[in-house]
């Protein structure tokens, strides 16, 4: 499956943004989807993730109630809704797939990733 990630961009702190990821190749919804993001100079952080069904949801827990990840499987495409964004809030965020139902919060665990979008909050 390949993954492209848009949505990215320049947004004022309190404000909201929807990244998108719109998988192809492949059907989404074989798959366990998750977000994670990079600040520069830093690793890669778990988001989100959700599994096949968009049933079953994994958050970190520093961004429970900001964040939420969805997911359309009829068009191949998950969401990551971003509100009261902070500054902190600034990475690259990435979109991945897992094969397995693991929901796991380890950017090892996922097999493909798309390419990255910048988010940039200003202060």
């Known amino acids: 499956v390949q993954l492209q990630a848009s949505g990215g961009g320049l947004v004022q702190a309190g404000g909201s943004l929807r990244l998108s990821c719109a998988a192809s190749g492949r059907a989404l919804r074989m798959y366990t989807v998750g977000w994670f993001r990079q600040a520069p100079g830093k690793e890669r952080d778990f988001v989100a993730a959700n599994n096949w069904s968009g049933g079953s949801t994994n958050y970190a827990d520093s961004l429970k109630g900001r964040f939420t990840i969805s997911r359309d499987n009829a068009k191949s495409t998950m969401y990551l809704q971003m509100n009261s964004l902070k500054p902190e809030d600034t990475a690259v965020y990435y979109c991945?797939?897992?094969?397995?139902?693991?929901?796991?919060?380890?950017?090892?665990?996922?097999?493909?990733w798309g390419q990255g979008t910048l988010v940039t909050v200003s202060s």
């Open positions: 991945a797939a897992d094969r397995s139902p693991r929901l796991s919060d380890y950017p090892s665990a996922y097999d493909y």
